[in-house]
């Protein structure tokens, strides 16, 4: 299995940056598919991006297409993503998730993910 630990959440004002950064740890990290989501209070938790094992295939939310960037390390076994122009309807607890599922280059429904982080909060203010 493997261990997800994320972090660069923040607050920051409406038009600006952030770069969450998700540490993975156990299993090797390239075997795994990885996403990110978030969820805002009261609300499901949403599909954000996803990337595939080696990083040559990513997909997006329609929401933050355009502004956000998905990426990976394989060697330093770190997902990343990049966040610009953000709004404050991105404002929510965002997560770092795996999937062993060998299946598909990338995966947007939460279910296909066996491995959570414990999400870091992004605020965006206005």
């Known amino acids: 299995q493997v261990q997800l630990v994320e972090s660069g959440g923040g607050l920051v004002q409406a038009g600006g940056s952030l770069r969450l950064a998700c540490a993975a740890s156990?299993?090797?990290?390239?075997?795994?598919?990885m996403g990110w989501f978030r969820q805002a209070p009261g609300m499901e938790r949403e599909f954000v991006a996803a990337?595939?094992?080696?990083?040559?295939?990513?997909y997006y939310a329609d929401s933050v297409k355009g502004r956000f960037t998905i990426s990976r390390d394989n060697a330093k076994n770190t997902l990343y993503l990049q966040m610009n122009v953000l709004k404050p309807d991105d404002t929510a607890v965002y997560y770092c998730?795996?999937?062993?599922?060998?299946?598909?280059?990338?995966?947007?429904?939460?279910?296909?993910?066996?491995?959570w982080g414990q999400g870091t909060q992004v605020t965006v203010s206005s």
């Open positions: 156990g299993r090797t990290f390239s075997q795994y598919v």
């Open positions: 998730a795996a999937a062993s599922y060998s299946g598909s280059y990338y995966y947007t429904h939460k279910s296909s993910y066996d491995y």
């Open positions: 990337i595939s094992k080696i990083g040559g295939v990513v």
